[in-house]
């Protein structure tokens, strides 16, 4: 079983950047895709990017795409999401897990707050 714990968060001035950080606590090659997923208040989570086991291939959804960049380091068991540009509508708490979600892995999230 894999436990992750988000780091990063914080309050954001719109245009401004955040970089999280998702430590998993074993080794997340054989995981293999990994994902951010955010989720708004009063609305559901939704996939933000995922990355394949050696990042060679990355995916962003629409909304991010230009602006947030997915990373991983195997070796600290860690995946990245670079956040650019932030707009307001990225405020949210933001999750990792496996991009074939495992619903007992869930961490408690980072909050990001995009505010002038």
């Given at each position: ?6 780091s990063g968060g ?107």
């Amino acid at each position: 079983q894999v436990q992750f714990v988000e780091s990063g968060g914080g309050l954001v001035q719109p245009g401004g950047s955040l970089r999280l950080s998702c430590e998993a606590s074993r080794n997340i090659v054989s995981i293999g895709f990994m994902a951010w997923y955010r989720q708004a208040t009063g609305k559901q989570r939704e996939l933000v990017a995922d990355i394949s086991s050696r990042g060679s291939t990355k995916n962003y959804a629409d909304s991010v795409k230009g602006g947030f960049t997915i990373s991983r380091d195997n070796a600290k068991n860690t995946v990245y999401l670079q956040m650019n540009s932030i707009k307001p509508e990225d405020t949210a708490f933001y999750y990792c897990n496996r991009r074939v979600v495992d619903p007992s892995a869930w961490g408690q999230g980072t909050r990001v707050t995009v505010s002038s």
